[in-house]
């Protein structure tokens, strides 16, 4: 275990119970921006582990007959906390993230947009029948205790984006945050315990060892879960022996095909960001850019005036647009990809420039004359680096683009967006977007087809997620 040489915060305990605890193990966090522990955090035990899941099936008792508008009050007031603190809580994603100020605050704003949507939804049951013979009604039943497992990109809107479907849906959750941005989620838990009863939302802290744990807990009823296809593998086969409902929200290679009507000069800015933000660790962000041949140099030169704009570095420094990639192991992997394709003779036409000394720097990369079989064109680099591709036939482009396991998102660029549709029904994914990528929000439902994951967050269908039928059937 290393030891944080500075701890400039309040440190966030573990929630269990209602109650803030401390462990005799801890968790070092790393500021990606300097390569050094800034913080260490309690790491939660497995006996911690039965006591929060014991505290859960008390509180779920309770919660689950709570009104649903009244459940729905609570949530409000989650927002509001959240609302009052955003300063702080974006300081601790900024610092544990990695991305400038103003877009942590940026993600602490989006994921009041579930509480806005999950807080107002109504949920009525389904009458099938009714009728002198009888009455048929589904109901959608909470499921029991949530485990919620999530990522480090969006480490706070991934919780949010958890926490607030399931409770409304009368759940209780209990959610463990990577091991690599754990501080901003256990502040959350503090907080929201002025909102909620003890029990309904605990936090737990904890490495891979703790996720695992969650997946085999006879007392875990559903496990919803962010983060990699080979986890979410592990995690579907671990939950099988309980048989645990699992939500799994994956990874991608996300294509985007440029068609030969767009217009550089109109879809550049918006095809760069599609790739960029968060420095390109967005598990929909654009990660194969299919170009028509004839068109190549000219989406060369709209891409490379923006990636020229964006100044890498802290997220505390003025007029920084760009973090680094988050940790050390993800950087190893960017740099293995491009060092594999530039040794395959890829041309790297863009490559900017980034701080000097310790942190997880890699500059914003646009690289051209790569194919399939690249493994930076195959495998998710997940950082900013973004492999252009050409195309002279758009039914080869479709059937490239589609040549893969993953299924997450996927993108049509044009000048005629009505007609793109047709393009867009042949991509298989669960999104398709037309002139943007990606678009998550809390109103429309959002998950990957084949191997980037099973089921889906968001909307009405991402808290039936959380639900299990129930149907009433009387004889009369
Ligand atoms: P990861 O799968 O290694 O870790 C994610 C979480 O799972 C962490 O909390 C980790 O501690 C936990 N974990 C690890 N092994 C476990 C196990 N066997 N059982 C239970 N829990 C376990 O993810 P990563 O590689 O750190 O994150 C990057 C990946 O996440 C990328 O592939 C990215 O595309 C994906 N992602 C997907 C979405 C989405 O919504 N589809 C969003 C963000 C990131």
Same mark, same amino acid.
């Given at each position: ?187 959350? +838990?503090?907080? $929201?315990?002025? !909102? ?5 939302? @605990? #936090?737990? *802290?904890?490495?891979?060892? %703790? ?56 879809? +550049?800015?918006? $095809?760069?960001? !599609? ?5 390109? @660790? #967005?598990? *929909?962000?654009?990660?194969? %850019? ?187």
């Amino acid at each position: 275990m290393t030891t944080a040489t500075t701890t400039d915060y309040k440190v966030p305990q573990l929630t269990i119970d209602g109650t803030t605890q401390g462990s005799a193990e801890t968790l070092s966090v790393i500021d990606p921006s300097t390569a050094q522990p800034f913080i260490e955090v309690p790491s939660a035990t497995l006996d911690q582990l039965d006591e929060a899941v014991a505290a859960a099936r008390r509180a779920f008792a309770s919660w689950r007959l709570v009104p649903l508008g009244e459940r729905q009050d609570a949530i409000r007031a989650v927002g509001e906390v959240v609302k009052a603190n955003i300063d702080e809580l974006a300081e601790l994603v900024m610092r544990e993230q990695g991305k400038p100020l103003g877009n942590a605050k940026g993600e602490i704003m989006a994921s009041l947009r579930q509480v806005d949507f999950f807080g107002t939804l109504e949920m009525d049951p389904e009458v099938i029948k009714d009728d002198e013979t009888g009455r048929v009604e589904v109901r959608h039943d909470p499921i029991g205790v949530v485990g919620g497992i999530t990522v480090w990109n969006y480490p706070f809107l991934a919780a949010m984006f958890k926490l607030v479907p399931a409770l409304v849906a009368g759940n209780v959750m209990i959610i463990k945050p990577s091991p690599y941005t754990p501080v901003a989620t256990l502040r959350l +838990g503090e907080l $929201l315990q002025e !909102a909620l009863p003890p029990g309904v939302l @605990q #936090v737990l *802290a904890g490495g891979d060892e %703790l996720g695992r744990a969650f997946t085999t807990h006879p007392g875990i009823d559903k496990i919803s879960f962010t983060g990699s296809v080979p986890t979410g593998k592990a995690i579907m086969a671990a939950a099988s022996e309980t048989l645990k409902r699992v939500t799994l929200e994956l990874g991608g290679t996300d294509a985007g095909i440029v068609l030969e009507d767009a217009d550089p000069a109109v879809i +550049g800015k918006d $095809l760069f960001w !599609a790739a960029f933000s968060n420095s390109g @660790q #967005v598990c *929909a962000a654009l990660k194969r %850019l299919y170009v028509p041949e004839s068109k190549l140099e000219e989406y060369s030169a709209v891409l490379a005036e923006e990636a020229a704009k964006v100044v890498v570095g802290p997220g505390t420094q003025e007029g920084v647009v760009a973090g680094p990639v988050q940790n050390a192991a993800q950087l190893a992997q960017v740099k293995r990809l491009a060092d594999d394709a530039r040794s395959n003779g890829a041309d790297f036409f863009f490559e900017g420039e980034i701080p000097d000394g310790p942190g997880y720097w890699f500059p914003t990369t646009l690289v051209r004359n790569v194919a399939e079989g690249l493994a930076l064109v195959d495998e998710e680099p997940f950082g900013p680096i973004l492999p252009i591709l050409t195309y002279t036939d758009l039914d080869d482009a479709i059937e490239r683009a589609n040549a893969t396991s993953y299924g997450l998102g996927a993108s049509v660029w044009t000048s005629d967006p009505d007609a793109a549709v047709e393009v867009a029904e042949r991509l298989e994914a669960g999104s398709v977007w037309v002139n943007q990528h990606p678009v998550v929000t809390a109103s429309v439902p959002f998950g990957g087809v084949k191997q980037s994951g099973l089921g889906v967050e968001g909307s009405r269908y991402g808290i039936l997620a959380y639900t299990n039928i129930r149907v009433i059937s009387v004889k009369r």
